[in-house]
């Protein structure tokens, strides 16, 4: 099976501006989380989705958004970007109810300037 | 609030010596403990994971262990090699069926195995 991707790989924009990243997950799971890596505060999870519904959410501020798509794949769009939203933004899929083992996608590297 | 724990924050070892990277988590309902190794500039990658009615599991060199009365795990590897080199991470997570499942991170350990 192929694994999970994301897009774009990289991404630069500067502060105010919006932004939207892609996560599609391995053929079949259905359920897909999103984490912010940094330097700083390490691996935090932002929200996960589960059959099109918003099943948990992190500690983060309203800018970050996400939805899922009938076939599975995920978006996930931060607005009014702030110089802190700086990171790497990754996805990972589970099969979803069926079980726990998250695979992770190969992030998306945000930079604002 | 839920937290893990995960130490040393780097460590250093021989090639062939043993590395041991210890976590401690608070949420006493987690019972999914997975480690990831990230190499500089990929995804984190599953290297082994256990359930909270196992308290030891093996693969290969690599064995966790769990020891849920002191809410403790470790994940243990044997005879390292230059390629073990990179950043682990241990998580730990309530059952996929809790409405509040999601994977908690410990900070990393960066493991450098000189040859």
């Known amino acids: 099976k192929a694994g999970v991707t994301q897009t774009p790989r990289y991404l630069i924009k500067t502060r105010g501006q919006q932004v939207t990243l892609s996560c599609s997950p391995i053929?079949?799971?259905?359920?897909v989380s999103w984490y912010q890596q940094t330097p700083g505060q390490g691996l935090q999870f932002l929200f996960e989705y589960f059959s099109e519904t918003q099943r948990n959410k992190g500690n983060f501020p309203g800018r970050f958004s996400g939805r899922q798509f009938s076939n599975s794949r995920s978006e996930m769009n931060v607005s009014t970007l702030e110089l802190g939203d700086s990171a790497l933004y990754l996805c990972?899929?589970?099969?979803?109810?069926?079980?726990?083992?998250?695979?992770f996608g190969p992030g998306t590297r945000l930079l604002v300037l | 609030g839920e937290n893990v724990e995960q130490h040393p924050s780097t460590l250093s070892v021989q090639e062939g010596d043993s590395a041991v990277i210890k976590c401690t988590y608070s949420d006493s309902a987690s019972n999914y403990f997975p480690w990831y190794k990230q190499e500089l500039g990929k995804r984190p990658q599953l290297i082994i994971d256990?359930?909270?009615?196992?308290g030891e599991k093996k693969d290969q060199r690599i064995a966790v262990t769990l020891n849920k009365t002191a809410k403790h795990f470790s994940l243990h590897i044997t005879e390292t090699q230059p390629e073990d080199s990179a950043v682990y991470f241990c998580a730990a997570s309530r059952g996929r069926m809790d409405s509040s499942y999601k994977l908690i991170f410990g900070s990393g350990t960066r493991l450098l195995v000189r040859p």
């Open positions: 256990i359930r909270s009615n196992v």
């Open positions: 053929s079949g799971h259905r359920s």
């Open positions: 990972a899929s589970s099969a979803g109810l069926a079980g726990e083992t998250q695979y």
